[in-house]
């Protein structure tokens, strides 16, 4: 994995005696902060209810700042590291992150820390991206990048998949405040290492008027109300102005983003980028995993705490075996994309993950978790490890080194609107079927009905994961447009 990027990153690397890898430890260790962020907060959201004094809408929007910054600004904040310098933004990322998170871990009130939530979701959406072309862009041998989109993939998914277990150890043993603070010292560590182990590469543009802000403008905010209007349907019906108006304005504001890149004399996105075959299909991979995947860690957090009764730290333990499933398939994944392309385990990983999520919508009320749980969460999981690499290879072969950004942040923005609209859409189905059973939707009504109010929670979750699987299958069906004999 010592393959040099370039003619001038390697005179650059040689007189400053930097090795080759600690790009990839740098961007792994960033990748593996953002990731845990998504879901490390979840547990810590009950104590900071109590602590804070949270409305429930106020709880919501602790989880929905995040993702909607960090969904709205991704395609910008891919795009930046081409145009002001991968290193730039990266840095930039890291300390916008890290100081967000100090601020939301010192809140100490509703406002404060859903603002600061939404600064991190800004410092996320920069940060994202920039791992991933920065690794494409530095290892440019298909056997070495391979290599290294490997660990990069099994690292981001031990980070999405542990961070119910992190959060909960936090919060029992030290507060919430500590799910935010424990970001300070990895952003300090990973500025040191990224001022002294990355190359600086020279900005495409040097002045913001160079920027196509209007493109800029209309993407964002089409992204922005397009997210925010699926999450608003978690708490009200599809058919609601308050849903269908932001996912109008968004869909006709990325309308206007497209007429606006036509005539654009410097494009935030060249539209013939979605001429290349390969990435537009691992685009549309990507947007039907993270709709059924991202469905399968929130039902299954859902599942093991709702029905079968687990606390947090239980429930954190019960995924380590599904984590320690995907660091292995990703891995393996490294190997076999370098050797075939990704072709193949972009048709196998998800049909592998459909088969875990249809089996565990089997599973009975309460049953045991070595017998009915345990099996067919490492399998989804597995399924899951084994599409990260090829999809990252896929999205990125071939795109010019000044791409690579682009290239990033439209895979990232295709799975978080794609996890955005699955959670959404599904947790629809859910409660559809748990109101039918039980005549209500609520999960804590639900609960309180003992018996049969589990039963109905559990029914509803089982059909959510049964349209998961569904909608994942697909995936394999997309990736069969990816050209057979594209390498990594």
């Known amino acids: 994995m010592t393959t040099a990027p370039q003619r001038a990153s390697t005179g650059e690397r040689q007189r400053r005696a930097v090795p080759y890898w600690t790009t990839l430890v740098v961007a792994s260790a960033a990748q593996f902060m953002v990731i845990l962020d998504v879901s490390i907060v979840n547990v810590a959201l009950p104590s900071m209810r109590t602590d804070l004094d949270l409305s429930t809408a106020g709880l919501q929007w602790v989880v929905n700042a995040y993702s909607l910054a960090f969904a709205g600004l991704l395609l910008l904040g891919g795009r930046a590291g081409d145009l002001f310098g991968r290193k730039r933004v990266f840095l930039v990322g890291v300390v916008v992150f890290s100081l967000a998170s100090l601020v939301g871990g010192l809140a100490q009130s509703e406002a404060w820390l859903v603002a600061a939530r939404a600064a991190q979701g800004v410092g996320g959406a920069v940060l994202a991206p920039a791992t991933l072309s920065l690794l494409t862009t530095t290892y440019t041998d298909p056997a070495h990048r391979a290599k290294a989109l490997g660990v990069w993939g099994a690292v981001g998914g031990a980070g999405g998949a542990m961070g119910g277990l992190v959060g909960g150890l936090l919060t029992q043993g030290f507060g919430w405040r500590a799910v935010l603070f424990v970001n300070v010292p990895i952003g300090v560590a990973l500025v040191v290492a990224a001022a002294w182990a990355l190359v600086g590469g020279r900005p495409a543009v040097t002045r913001l008027r160079e920027l196509d802000l209007p493109g800029s403008l209309a993407v964002t905010l089409g992204l922005t109300a397009l997210v925010y209007g699926v999450v608003s349907s978690e708490t009200r019906s599809w058919t609601s102005p308050l849903v269908l108006g932001p996912v109008a304005l968004g869909v006709a504001l990325l309308a206007l983003f497209v007429a606006v890149e036509k005539r654009a004399a410097r494009p935030l996105v060249p539209l013939a980028v979605f001429r290349r075959r390969a ?16 469905s399968f860690w929130f039902f299954m957090s859902l599942v093991l705490q709702r029905v079968n009764g687990y606390d947090a730290l239980q429930a954190g333990l019960a995924f380590l075996p599904a984590s320690a499933t995907l660091v292995v398939t990703s891995t393996l994944a490294s190997r076999l994309v370098a050797r075939h392309g990704p072709r193949t385990l972009l048709v196998v990983g998800p049909l592998v993950s459909a088969a875990g999520l249809a089996w565990l919508s089997t599973a009975d009320p309460g049953g045991s978790y070595a017998s009915q749980l345990l099996a067919p969460t490492m399998l989804a999981a597995g399924g899951i490890g084994l599409v990260m690499v090829p999809l990252a290879s896929a999205a990125t072969a071939g795109v ?8 990033s942040g439209l895979l990232n923005t295709s799975r978080q609107v794609g996890g955005a609209v699955g959670i959404a859409v599904l947790s629809t189905v859910a409660a559809a079927v748990t109101a039918d059973r039980l005549g209500t939707t609520s999960a804590d009504a639900a609960a309180a009905a003992g018996a049969a109010g589990v039963e109905a929670l559990a029914a509803g979750y089982d059909r959510g994961m049964l349209v998961g699987a569904v909608v994942v299958a697909c995936a394999a069906l997309v990736a069969l447009l990816v050209p057979r004999g594209q390498k990594a």
């Open 279 to 294: 990435q537009t299909a691992a685009n549309g991979v990507a947007l039907l995993v993270g709709m059924g995947m991202f």
């Open 400 to 407: 010019p080194p000044h791409e690579a950004g682009l290239a």
